[in-house]
C-alpha cells in the first residue's frame, strides 16, 4: 500500500514567518511530487510539483526534495492570513493514470 | 474556459435512492477522475478514465458505476444510495501523458448527503 504521510496539525505560524510543511512517502519508486492548498469548502488547487532532489523556488514557496530520506517539503515566506488552508502533498508513483497518492493535508493557520 | 464543472453543487438523498454526479472539462485533456474526501480520510479515488472509451475502479469503487460519455464528460452513479456515502465528491482531469505524471486540475465539489 502506497502512503503519503502529513501531520494533520493544525500548524500555527505567526504572519510574516516562514510555515514548513512536511511529507513523506512510502514508495522509493515515486517520481513526482505535487503540493496543493485547499480552502475550507473549496477545491484542491496546485501550489506547485517537483520530482529533481533539491530546492525548486515559486514565488513565496519553495519545494525542497530528498529522494534518498523520502522526504519533501513546502516552505512559505512571509506568511499571510491568506495563507491559512489546508496544504495536501502528493506522490505519483507511476504504473498509470491512477498512480497519484494523496496524504490527508496539513491545517496551516497564519497567526496575524 | 470554465476549467472543470460539476452539477449539482449540494444534494440531500435518501437511503436507496439513485443520482448521477456530472463532471465537464474543456481542458482537452485525456484523463478523469473521480474523488471523495471525507473528514480525516483525505481523498480517496473512486474511478478514473485514463482515456476516451475507459474507465476502471480506485481505491473505493464499491457503490458506484461511472460512464465516460465523451473527452469532455465523465458522470459518477450511485445506484441505490447509502448513509456510507455522505462525503464531498471532487471530479479532476489532467493530460496525463505518462511519464512522470501531471497536474490534475479538481473541479469546486459536490456536497452530498444521505439520510
Known amino acids: 500500500q502506497k502512503e503519503v504521510e502529513q501531520n494533520s496539525g493544525p500548524l500555527s505560524v505567526p504572519e510574516g514567518a516562514i510555515a514548513s510543511l512536511n511529507c513523506t512517502y512510502s514508495d522509493r519508486g515515486s517520481q513526482s511530487f505535487f503540493w496543493y492548498r485547499q480552502y475550507s469548502g473549496k477545491s484542491p488547487e496546485l501550489i506547485m510539483f517537483?520530482?529533481?532532489?533539491g530546492d525548486k523556488e515559486d514565488g513565496r514557496f519553495t519545494a525542497q526534495l530528498n529522494k534518498a530520506s523520502q522526504y519533501v517539503s513546502l516552505l512559505i515566506r512571509d506568511s499571510q492570513p491568506s495563507d491559512s488552508a489546508t496544504y495536501l502533498c502528493a506522490a505519483y508513483s507511476g504504473g498509470g493514470a491512477d498512480g497519484l497518492t494523496f496524504g490527508k493535508g496539513t491545517h496551516l493557520i497564519i497567526q496575524p | 474556459n470554465a476549467g472543470v464543472t460539476q452539477t449539482p453543487k449540494f444534494q440531500v438523498l435518501k437511503t436507496g435512492q439513485s443520482m448521477t454526479l456530472q463532471c465537464a472539462q474543456d481542458m482537452n485533456h485525456n484523463s478523469m477522475y473521480w474523488y471523495r474526501q471525507d473528514p480525516g480520510m483525505g481523498l480517496r479515488l473512486i474511478y478514473y478514465s485514463a482515456s476516451e472509451g475507459t474507465t476502471d475502479k480506485g481505491e473505493v469503487p464499491n457503490g458506484y458505476n461511472v460512464s465516460r460519455l465523451n473527452k469532455r464528460e465523465f458522470s459518477l452513479r450511485l445506484e441505490s444510495a447509502a448513509p456510507s456515502q455522505t462525503s464531498v465528491y471532487f471530479c479532476a482531469s489532467s493530460e496525463f501523458a505518462g511519464g512522470r505524471g501531471d497536474t490534475q486540475y479538481f473541479g469546486p465539489g459536490t456536497r452530498l448527503t444521505v439520510l
Open positions: 517537483i520530482y529533481s532532489n
